[in-house]
C-alpha cells in the first residue's frame, strides 16, 4: 500500500477504510463489536501495545477485510474512550492539548492511553488534568483512578498532598490573627470563614486533628484572644458611657454583636487547645458590666439578640466552670451563679416570646434548644459543687421564682436533699475535724 510521502501522518485520516491497512477490532464483554480502519505507521509510532502486535516478532497476526487485524478488549464504560484516543493518535502532538473536553472525559482517555501505551496522549492528558480545577465529585473520581494507573499520573495529585507541619502552622498563625481582628463589615464572611476552618483543623472527627498542640500555637492563640478581649472592654465601657446619656445606636449593637459572636467563637479554639482559663477570667471580671449594658437598653430586636449571643458565650464560659475544665475560687462561681442564672431565666422567655417584624428578625431570635440545656446543666454542676449552705440559698430563691421552669434545678435539689439528710451519717467520722 501506498504511503503518505516523507510518512506524514497527517496525511490519513482515522477510520478511512481505502487508505487504512489495519483493522484495529474493539470488543465488550457484552458482544459489542466495532471495526475501526487504521493506518500501522500511526499506530506503531504511538502506542506501544500496537507497535508489539504489529512487529514480526508478535506470535500471531490475524487477518481481517485483507488487513492485518488488533483487536483491543475493553469495558463497556470504556468503550467510547477507545475510540476517541485512536482519533487522538491522528491529531498533530503539537494540538493534543487542545482536544481536551472535562476532567472525567480525560480520565476515561488517560486511563485508555495508559494500557495501550501511548506516551504522547498521556503527558498531555496528565498536564490537562494538573491544570485544571475539579469539582468534588471528579476530585473523587480522580483519587479512585489514578491508583490504578499507576506512578506515571502521580503528578497529578499534587494539589492533594499533604504539607508539613511548619507550613501548616504558619497559615494557622496568620488565619487566627485575622479571625480574631475586627476588619470592615465588608471583610465579615472572610473572617467567618477563617474561623470555620480554624475550627475544622483542631477538630477531631474521623481524621486526626491537621494541626497538634504545641506551645508556640498556644502562645499566638492566647495573644490573639487577650487582643481581641481588651477591644471588647474598650466597646464595653464606651456603651456604657452613652447609655449612661442617651441611647446607644443600633450600630454600636451590631459591632457588639460581633464581638459576642467573636468571644463565642474563641471559646470554641480555647476549649480544643485547653487555654480557656484566660477567657473564663475576663468574662467574670467583665460580667457585671454586661449585664448592666444589656438590662438598661431598650427591648428592640437588637437588644435581644445581643442578650442571645450574651448567652451563648456565659454558657460556655459556665460549662468550662461546671466542668473542672477551669478551677475558680468558690466565691466567683458563688457570684457567677448568682449573676448568670437571674439573667437566664430572665432573658429566655423574652427570647422565646419576642414578636418580630420579618422572617430574618425571626432567624436572629432563634437560638439552638442544646445551648438552653447546656446552660441549664452547667448551672446545676457549678451549684451541686458549692457549699450546702450556698446550695440552700439558691435553691429556695428557685423555689419562690416565677421563672422555676427555666432553668430546672430539680437534679440540684434532689441531690441537695440526699446529701442533707444523710450528710451526719457519712460525716460522722469526721465530726472531730469538721467542728
Same mark, same amino acid.
Given at each position: 500500500?501506498? $504511503?503518505?510521502?516523507?510518512?506524514?501522518?497527517?496525511?490519513?485520516?482515522?477510520?478511512?477504510?481505502?487508505? %487504512?491497512?489495519?483493522?484495529?477490532?474493539?470488543?465488550?464483554?457484552?458482544?459489542?463489536?466495532? @471495526?475501526?480502519?487504521?493506518?500501522?505507521?500511526?499506530?506503531?509510532?504511538?502506542?506501544?501495545?500496537?507497535?508489539?502486535?504489529?512487529?514480526?516478532?508478535?506470535?500471531?497476526?490475524?487477518?481481517?477485510?485483507?488487513?492485518?487485524?488488533?483487536?483491543?478488549?475493553?469495558?463497556?464504560?470504556?468503550?467510547?474512550?477507545?475510540?476517541?484516543?485512536?482519533?487522538?493518535?491522528?491529531?498533530?502532538?503539537?494540538?493534543?492539548?487542545?482536544?481536551?473536553?472535562?476532567?472525567?472525559?480525560?480520565?476515561?482517555?488517560?486511563?485508555?492511553?495508559?494500557?495501550?501505551?501511548?506516551?504522547?496522549?498521556?503527558?498531555? %492528558?496528565?498536564?490537562?488534568?494538573?491544570?485544571?480545577?475539579?469539582?468534588?465529585?471528579?476530585?473523587?473520581?480522580?483519587?479512585?483512578?489514578?491508583?490504578?494507573?499507576?506512578?506515571?499520573?502521580?503528578?497529578? *495529585?499534587? !494539589?492533594?498532598?499533604?504539607?508539613?507541619?511548619?507550613?501548616? *502552622? !504558619?497559615?494557622?498563625?496568620?488565619?487566627?490573627?485575622?479571625?480574631?481582628?475586627?476588619?470592615?463589615?465588608?471583610?465579615? +464572611?472572610? $473572617?467567618?470563614?477563617?474561623?470555620?476552618?480554624?475550627?475544622?483543623? *483542631?477538630?477531631?472527627?474521623?481524621?486526626?486533628?491537621?494541626?497538634?498542640?504545641?506551645?508556640?500555637?498556644?502562645?499566638?492563640? !492566647?495573644?490573639?484572644?487577650?487582643?481581641?478581649?481588651? !477591644?471588647?472592654?474598650?466597646?464595653?465601657?464606651?456603651?456604657?458611657?452613652?447609655?449612661?446619656?442617651?441611647?446607644?445606636?443600633?450600630?454600636?449593637?451590631?459591632?457588639?454583636?460581633?464581638?459576642?459572636?467573636? &468571644?463565642? @467563637?474563641?471559646?470554641?479554639?480555647?476549649?480544643?487547645?485547653?487555654?480557656?482559663?484566660?477567657?473564663?477570667?475576663?468574662?467574670?471580671?467583665?460580667?457585671?458590666?454586661?449585664?448592666?449594658?444589656?438590662?438598661?437598653?431598650?427591648?428592640?430586636?437588637?437588644?435581644?439578640?445581643?442578650?442571645?449571643?450574651?448567652?451563648?458565650? =456565659?454558657?460556655?464560659?459556665?460549662?468550662?466552670?461546671?466542668?473542672?475544665?477551669?478551677?475558680?475560687?468558690?466565691?466567683?462561681?458563688?457570684?457567677?451563679?448568682?449573676? @448568670?442564672?437571674?439573667?437566664?431565666?430572665?432573658?429566655?422567655?423574652?427570647?422565646?416570646?419576642?414578636? %418580630?417584624?420579618?422572617?430574618? +428578625?425571626?432567624?436572629? &431570635? $432563634?437560638?439552638?434548644?442544646?445551648?438552653?440545656?447546656?446552660?441549664?446543666?452547667?448551672?446545676?454542676?457549678?451549684?451541686?459543687?458549692?457549699?450546702?449552705? +450556698?446550695?440552700?440559698?439558691?435553691?429556695?430563691?428557685?423555689?419562690?421564682?416565677?421563672?422555676?421552669?427555666?432553668?430546672?434545678?430539680?437534679?440540684?435539689?434532689?441531690?441537695?436533699?440526699?446529701?442533707?439528710?444523710? =450528710?451526719?451519717?457519712?460525716?460522722?467520722?469526721?465530726?472531730?475535724?469538721?467542728?
Amino acid at each position: 500500500m501506498e $504511503k503518505p510521502e516523507n510518512g506524514l501522518a497527517s496525511s490519513f485520516k482515522f477510520n478511512d477504510r481505502p487508505t %487504512s491497512d489495519v483493522v484495529v477490532r474493539l470488543r465488550t464483554p457484552e458482544a459489542r463489536d466495532e @471495526w475501526l480502519y487504521c493506518h500501522s505507521s500511526i499506530l506503531v509510532k504511538k502506542s506501544k501495545y500496537f507497535a508489539d502486535r504489529l512487529s514480526d516478532t508478535w506470535p500471531t497476526c490475524q487477518i481481517l477485510d485483507a488487513r492485518s487485524c488488533v483487536e483491543v478488549h475493553c469495558q463497556e464504560s470504556d468503550f467510547d474512550y477507545n475510540i476517541t484516543l485512536l482519533r487522538l493518535l491522528y491529531v498533530p502532538d503539537s494540538l493534543i492539548s487542545e482536544s481536551w473536553h472535562g476532567v472525567r472525559n480525560t480520565l476515561g482517555i488517560l486511563r485508555v492511553a495508559v494500557e495501550l501505551g501511548c506516551p504522547q496522549i498521556i503527558t498531555s %492528558s496528565v498536564e490537562y488534568l494538573e491544570a485544571v480545577p475539579w469539582e468534588e465529585a471528579e476530585e473523587e473520581e480522580i483519587l479512585h483512578t489514578i491508583p490504578v494507573i499507576g506512578p506515571t499520573a502521580n503528578s497529578i *495529585l499534587a !494539589r492533594l498532598q499533604p504539607v508539613d507541619q511548619g507550613a501548616i *502552622l !504558619r497559615i494557622f498563625m496568620s488565619a487566627i490573627r485575622f479571625a480574631t481582628s475586627s476588619p470592615p463589615s465588608s471583610l465579615k +464572611d472572610l $473572617k467567618t470563614s477563617a474561623q470555620e476552618q480554624l475550627e475544622y483543623m *483542631l477538630a477531631e472527627d474521623d481524621d486526626a486533628p491537621l494541626l497538634t498542640s504545641c506551645d508556640e500555637l498556644k502562645l499566638e492563640v !492566647r495573644d490573639c484572644i487577650k487582643r481581641l478581649l481588651l !477591644r471588647f472592654s474598650v466597646l464595653l465601657e464606651s456603651l456604657l458611657n452613652e447609655l449612661e446619656a442617651t441611647v446607644v445606636a443600633a450600630e454600636k449593637f451590631e459591632l457588639l454583636q460581633s464581638y459576642l459572636s467573636d &468571644l463565642s @467563637w474563641a471559646c470554641q479554639i480555647s476549649a480544643k487547645l485547653e487555654i480557656m482559663r484566660d477567657l473564663v477570667i475576663f468574662w467574670l471580671e467583665v460580667s457585671d458590666m454586661i449585664v448592666k449594658l444589656v438590662v438598661k437598653a431598650s427591648l428592640e430586636v437588637e437588644t435581644l439578640e445581643t442578650k442571645m449571643k450574651v448567652i451563648e458565650v =456565659a454558657t460556655k464560659v459556665l460549662e468550662a466552670v461546671g466542668y473542672g475544665n477551669v478551677i475558680l475560687p468558690t466565691a466567683k462561681r458563688l457570684h457567677m451563679v448568682k449573676l @448568670w442564672l437571674p439573667f437566664a431565666r430572665v432573658t429566655k422567655p423574652l427570647i422565646d416570646t419576642a414578636p %418580630s417584624d420579618t422572617e430574618e +428578625d425571626n432567624l436572629k &431570635l $432563634k437560638i439552638d434548644c442544646e445551648v438552653w440545656q447546656t446552660l441549664e446543666s452547667a448551672f446545676v454542676s457549678v451549684i451541686l459543687a458549692l457549699p450546702s449552705r +450556698d446550695q440552700a440559698e439558691i435553691l429556695t430563691e428557685w423555689l419562690d421564682n416565677q421563672h422555676i421552669q427555666y432553668p430546672d434545678l430539680t437534679e440540684a435539689f434532689e441531690v441537695w436533699c440526699y446529701r442533707s439528710k444523710v =450528710a451526719k451519717k457519712r460525716l460522722a467520722p469526721f465530726a472531730a475535724s469538721l467542728s
